[in-house]
């Protein structure tokens, strides 16, 4: 969510929302980032393998979420989802 930053007033514009609704984006992203701090370095030291392969997983499907969220409901609020 990091990519909304540099052209916040842009897409506040594109999608008919305030600027701090975007700049919440990367309130969320930075949330989120010290939450699974801890659980990701628990899981690093069980097993490297398997860590990679969750969070490849779940980028997938965050960038899915993100996608469809966009395109079938034109909604911004559904990219804090993915």
Do not use: H, P, Q
């Not at 506040?12 to 984006?25: E, L, R, T």
């Not at 989120?32 to 690093?44: D, E, Q, R, S």
């Amino acid at each position: 969510m990091m990519n909304f930053a540099s052209v916040s007033e842009t897409v506040a514009k594109v999608y008919a929302v305030d600027d701090i609704i975007v700049n919440g984006c990367v309130l969320v992203f930075l949330m989120a980032f010290v939450i699974m701090n801890f659980f990701t370095v628990y899981a690093l030291e069980y097993s490297i393998n398997v860590t990679f392969k969750v969070c490849a997983i779940l980028t997938i499907i965050g960038a899915w979420c993100r996608y469809a969220g966009i395109k079938y409901t034109e909604n911004f609020y559904y990219l804090m989802i993915g």
